[in-house]
Structure formats: C-alpha cells, structure tokens
C-alpha cells in the first residue's frame, strides 16, 4: 500500500507543478475487453481490444486498440509477454478528416504479489511505436514516425471480502501508471503521461471480473509546453482462462 501512496503523491506534484502551463481538460470514456489465456504450465496467449470516446464522455470516438501477445510463465507469478498492437486515431486535430494508424511491437514483464487478502501487481512495458506520418487534414504522409515508450504500472487490489476470487465478491482497486518516451524524434516531451485510476472490481465469475471507476490522465504534448488533463470513466473487463488439464 505505500507504493500506491507514494505513486499517489509523485502524481500530486506533477499535476501542480505543470500547473502553470497550457492545460486543455477533456472528458472521456474507456472500454475495453481483455483475455488471458494460458495453455500450459509454460504458454498463455494475451488479447484485448479498447475503444475511447473523444470528448464529453459519449461524444465520437478517439481511438482504438487491438493488442496480442504470446506470454511465457516464467513461474504462475511471473510472466514474459511480447506481441504486436494496431492503435486506429480517429480524425483528429492534424488529420481532421482521415484516421492514422500506429503499429506498436510491445515486451512486457508482469509479477503478482500477495499481502494476506491484498494482492498486487506491476507490470514493465516496452512499446515500438510507428506512428504513420501525416500530410494534411485529408492526405496521410509517406512513412513513420518512430519512438520507444517505457511504461510502469503497479495495481493494488483491497477485497471485501476473505476471498476476493468468489463470484459476486467486490474489491477497491488503486491503479498508477507512468509511461517516458525516449529515442531521436523525442525532443520536449520525454514524460508523456501519467494516468492513475480509483475505483471497484466485481467478480463477475471464477475466471472473470469487472474493474469501472474514474481515472486522471495527465499527458504532456509534443510541443512541451502543453498539456492535456482528462477525466475519463474505465470499464473495462477481464477474462483469465486455465486451459490446463487438472490433475485427478
């Protein structure tokens, strides 16, 4: 828990010292879906798909997300993931009138700990993002745009009840996530964003749960004298399959 206070307080600081610069707030909504599915004591196969609104919570559509990944156990811990994520922008400030696609190889490693009932879980992600250059409001450029990205995530689960794993149990769950991008086209905005999310999971069934609450994401543009604060509502639910055969 004081990881998460700490986490907490790092993002305050950010918030108020950005405070004096050029700040847009924007309202916005999260779904997703997401499976992990493993098919052995050794291999498991990671999906989702998210879909975001653009402003005002229910107002167009800014972007979605198709992600896959192959993931190694490397204990029922801990796990390797790596796969490849297509990201769709919706016509947006430069490119008005055109969609522009991104292509996003990612590497993560993900570690799950136990506090009594509690559970925690971080994550460390390596993203390649090719972000397909624009032209104008109508026309797409030739090429891409190319950064890395490093995200951090720590996920922090308080159950209700005993067993937070029973159907119909409720837990308050605590999420922080930092993402840096770093490489040569990255000139004012190595801190891109900082999104931290309060709010509940419902366990819907043994291998599925529902996670909806409110989150903040702070994100500094490109320029590095701009920002953008959003409200966004997150639903988004889980499915984790043992495809295993269980021993006799």
């Not at 032209?135 to 067993?163: M, Q, S, T």
């Amino acid at each position: 828990m004081r990881k998460i206070t700490i986490a907490a307080v790092l993002f305050l600081l950010l918030q108020h010292s950005f405070a004096q610069k050029q700040t847009e707030t924007i309202n916005r909504t999260w779904l997703g879906y997401f499976n992990q599915t493993r098919f052995s004591n050794k291999w498991g196969l990671w999906s989702e798909a998210q879909l975001r609104t653009k402003e005002n919570f229910v107002e167009n559509i800014s972007q979605s997300i198709l992600r896959v990944g192959l993931t190694y156990y490397i204990s029922d811990a801990t796990k390797l993931s790596a796969g490849y994520a297509y990201i769709n922008d919706f016509p947006g400030d430069n490119h008005k009138n055109i969609s522009a696609p991104e292509h996003r190889p990612w590497q993560q490693l993900q570690w799950h700990t136990k506090y009594g009932k509690n559970r925690m879980m971080q994550w460390i992600r390596l993203e390649e993002r090719y972000r397909h250059k624009v032209k104008n409001n109508d026309e797409l450029a030739d090429g891409y745009n190319f950064n890395w990205r490093v995200r951090y995530n720590l996920w922090y689960e308080i159950p209700f009840y005993k067993n937070g794993a029973d159907a119909g149990s409720w837990s308050v769950i605590a999420n922080d996530e930092v993402h840096v991008n770093f490489g040569k086209q990255i000139v004012n905005n190595y801190f891109d964003q900082n999104r931290f999310f309060l709010g509940f999971k419902y366990q819907t069934g043994q291998q599925s749960n529902l996670q909806f609450g409110y989150m903040n994401v702070f994100q500094q543009l490109a320029a590095g004298n701009s920002y953008r604060n959003f409200n966004v509502i997150r639903a988004f639910f889980f499915q984790n399959f043992d495809l295993r055969k269980k021993k006799p």
